[in-house]
Every structure is written in structure tokens, then in C-alpha cells.
């Protein structure tokens, strides 16, 4: 079990230093297209975040609960934004069912990742 915490907690210190990181680099969506690397390394987190999901499930069913409960909504939360935004490609985006997709989803994915920014901070403050 202390393993099993170590894990969760490594990757939850790993996850509090890259979802900002690159919502900096999303931020660029406001200005110009993103750069190319970016939609990888943000599958990447949603991956980390969704090993962080599983590591916290085991905990839980050992029998270590967070200090408050919605540590577990927020991670939850987080893993599912980053996941959902991760896998939008360029050209094929969360408007896939409408006509005329927007002309700039750079700024969703922006936006997006300054939520998931919000979330990060919230799991990392109700943990422990």
C-alpha cells in the first residue's frame, strides 16, 4: 500500500507542474495555432491523470479516503477534461455534429485548459 501511495502522490506532483505548464502553452491559442507537440504531450497528461484515477480507486478500496470527498469529483473531472481535450485533433473538434465548426477551437482547447488548471488545484487542496 505505501507503494501504491508514493505512486498517487508522484504523479499527482507531476500532474500540479504540467496541466499549467501547458495551459501556458494553450494560451498561445489566443494569439496563433498551437504548436505541433502539443496535442501529444497533453494525451499524455490525460494519461497520467487516468493512471492517477486507478492508483486513487485502489486506495479507496483499501480503505484510504481523502480528506474531503470531493477530491474524488475532482479527479475524476480532471481526468475526463484532459482526455476530452486531448483528443481533439486539429481540424476535427469537439463541433463535429455542427455545419460550420468554429473558426478558432484553438481558443476552446485554451479555455479548456485553464479549467482543468482550476481542477488540478482543487484535487492537490481536498487531498491528503
Known amino acids: 500500500m505505501p507503494v501504491l501511495l508514493f505512486l498517487h502522490a508522484s504523479l499527482g ?11 501556458l502553452v494553450g494560451l498561445q491559442g489566443f494569439f496563433r495555432p498551437l504548436p505541433g507537440g502539443f496535442f501529444r504531450a497533453l494525451r499524455g497528461v490525460a494519461w497520467v491523470a487516468i493512471l492517477q484515477v486507478l492508483l486513487g480507486f485502489f486506495l479507496f478500496l483499501q480503505g484510504l479516503r481523502p480528506k474531503d470527498g470531493l477530491h474524488l469529483l475532482y479527479g475524476l473531472l480532471l481526468a475526463a477534461g484532459l482526455h476530452y481535450l486531448g483528443g481533439l485533433e486539429p481540424g476535427a473538434w469537439f463541433y463535429r455534429g455542427l455545419k460550420d465548426p468554429p473558426r478558432r477551437p484553438e481558443v476552446y482547447v485554451a479555455l479548456g485548459m485553464l479549467f482543468c488548471v482550476g481542477l488540478v488545484v482543487r484535487v492537490y487542496v481536498t487531498g491528503g
Open 13 to 23: 506532483a507531476l500532474l500540479l507542474l504540467a496541466v499549467p505548464a501547458l495551459a
